[in-house]
């Protein structure tokens, strides 16, 4: 069973379009975040939501919008894509926030292109 | 702020070479965690080890090795008698307190030739 998992796994699109990227976690975990990783490898986060709020937002243009229907989802949603969205974005779970640090999970990454 | 610093972009060795990846790290907390992480070719990243601040005791796991020195701020890794297998981009991660993002350093890329 896949412990996290997010679809599609590439996406090539159009700039200006809108698109969505899905995540799931069958781990039961509270805690979920979204990390991208541009072309120089650098992983970087995004967002962070634990019990379906978000609770950590490092300077992300609002073109991007993390949605969480429920704990075990975070979905992430790009409007009027730019060339520069183009990377490889990562979901990840963990049991908990805090200093009771517990291991992040991460899904297999979407690459998302952007011509 | 925290940082971790990677100073080895990349690496290239022959197999069953020995080779330490660098790790060096900033945080003001005194509580922190540290991580290794794995991203072969495939692309997906595989945990290596975490470690957390108060625990400096160096850990083997089978070819793999940790070197932590709270007063260096290193936590360094080793691979004995590399394989072809081994060849991926290592980073090296870290968590202070709040709400347990990692802060990844730029990450090495080793390249293990036969």
């Known amino acids: 069973d896949t412990a996290v998992s997010q679809t599609p796994k590439y996406l090539v699109t159009q700039m200006g379009n809108d698109k969505s990227i899905k995540c799931e976690q069958n781990?039961?975990?509270?805690?979920m975040y979204w990390y991208k990783q541009d072309s120089k490898k650098f992983l970087k986060i995004m967002f962070s939501?634990?019990?379906?709020?978000?609770?950590i937002n490092e300077t992300v243009p609002n073109r991007f919008s993390p949605k969480s229907p429920d704990k075990a989802h975070l979905n992430l949603h790009i409007n009027s894509l730019e060339l520069g969205d183009s990377a490889v974005y990562f979901c990840?779970?963990?049991?908990?926030?805090?200093?009771?640090?517990?291991?992040?999970?991460f899904g297999p990454g979407t690459r998302l292109t952007v011509l | 702020a925290q940082k971790v610093t990677q100073a080895q972009t990349e690496i290239s060795v022959v197999e069953k070479e020995d080779v330490t990846l660098d790790c060096v790290y900033e945080?003001?907390?005194?509580?922190?965690?540290l991580f290794w992480y794995k991203q072969p070719p495939s692309g997906e990243l595989v945990f290596l080890i975490r470690?957390?601040?108060?625990?400096?005791q160096n850990e083997i796991s089978g070819r793999y090795s940790w070197n932590f020195q709270k007063s260096t701020s290193s936590f360094n890794f080793t691979i004995t008698a590399s394989q072809v297998v081994d060849s991926a981009v290592y980073f090296c991660?870290?968590?202070?307190?709040?709400?347990?993002?990692?802060?990844f350093g730029k990450g090495t890329m080793l390249l293990v030739s036969p």
């Open positions: 990840a779970s963990s049991q908990g926030t805090g200093l009771s640090y517990n291991e992040q999970f």
């Open positions: 781990l039961g975990h509270d805690t």
């Open positions: 939501y634990n019990n379906k709020e978000l609770i």
């Open positions: 945080t003001r907390d005194t509580t922190y965690y």
């Open positions: 470690r957390n601040s108060f625990d400096e």
């Open positions: 991660a870290l968590s202070d307190s709040g709400y347990s993002t990692l802060t």
